[in-house]
């Protein structure tokens, strides 16, 4: 008899495992009725996932009425469980008001439950709270504590966070070879800044043994991801010829995609270079639009060339 039992035990946990990914299935793919229908029945006999599953459902109004009060109620179940992404969820609702009052301590305590457990999400959120000092008493060091604890976990922007706190020394003790590292993972993960703040490294030699192929590099792929500040310097790399014959031409056209995003020192180079008709067709009156365009953001270097430009038209 013990042997029947534990057979059908077997055959009833392997059918609810089935049930529950069939729904995250459904749900991944957006079709929330069909989730709705392997969920509900699960969290009736208290599946945590399950019941994590329907908060998120509830929250955002998938598949069912958006009540997020509700939804709180079913991460609470979920979390009591031990599940770690509706306990994040909690914190997450407690600290923006989302279906209950704002309790920043709560939203603390949940969070850092989660994150204690291995939530890198958590983690990560704490590391901005405590950062940013705007909800509670700024802790840098705090901060840093749950940026690593996040970045260890391959959360990319965490690993881009505790860089950045390593390479100032800020809630860290500086380490510019921490700092190349974490700005090394967040960069293989894709992360512009953190491509754009590798390649600086390479490119200055000040951290790192100079690079410029390697800085070109990853200035290039951030570039590519829209970062103006990387469109700039590849311009730049090409403009000068560091490690490379000078190509004008290819410079002035990341020059050109900085500036158009309102990189004040690209359209300073832009403007001249329209003037000069280095790595472009000479026009003054383009010239003088970009030159005026970063002189509106305060550029002072901008400024003078419009103004030398001017008075040399006026002779």
């Known amino acids: 008899m013990k042997w029947l039992l534990m057979i059908l035990g077997c055959l009833m946990s392997f059918q609810a495992a089935a049930t529950l990914n069939d729904g995250i299935k459904a749900f991944n793919k957006k079709k929330y009725d069909l989730a709705l229908v392997e969920f509900k029945p699960l969290a009736s006999i208290g599946n945590a996932d399950a019941r994590y599953y329907l908060g998120l459902m509830q929250k955002d109004g998938l598949g069912m009425p958006k009540d997020p009060g509700r939804a709180i ?49 958590a983690a990560l959120e704490l590391g901005k709270i405590y950062w940013q000092g705007e909800l509670v008493e700024q802790d840098r060091t705090q901060a840093a504590k749950w940026f690593e604890h996040a970045a260890i976990q391959g959360n990319s922007i965490a690993q881009f966070h505790i860089a950045s706190a390593y390479y100032q020394g800020e809630g860290v003790a500086q380490d510019f070879a921490k700092a190349a590292d974490f700005y090394q993972q967040a960069a293989n993960a894709g992360h512009a800044e953190a491509q754009y703040f590798l390649a600086n490294m390479y490119f200055t030699g000040q951290q790192l043994p100079q690079d410029f192929a390697t800085a070109l590099s990853w200035f290039d792929k951030s570039a590519h991801q829209g970062n103006m500040k990387a469109q700039y310097m590849v311009g730049y790399i090409f403009y000068n010829g560091y490690g490379q014959e000078k190509d004008p031409a290819t410079a002035f056209e990341w020059f050109l995609k900085a500036a158009e995003q309102g990189y004040d020192e690209a359209q300073l180079i832009v403007g001249y270079m329209y003037f000069a008709g280095e790595g472009v067709q000479k026009d003054a009156a383009l010239a003088e639009d970009w030159l005026e365009k970063s002189t509106l953001q305060g550029n002072q270097k901008a400024q003078k060339t419009l103004a030398d430009i001017q008075r040399v038209k006026k002779k």
Do not use: C, P
């Open 73 to 121: 109620g079913w991460f609470k179940k979920a979390a009591t469980q031990g599940n770690l992404d509706a306990r994040y969820q909690l914190g997450m609702m407690y600290l923006q008001g989302d279906g209950v009052s704002i309790d920043t301590k709560q939203a603390i305590n949940d969070l850092e439950s989660a994150a204690s457990k291995g939530h890198a999400q």
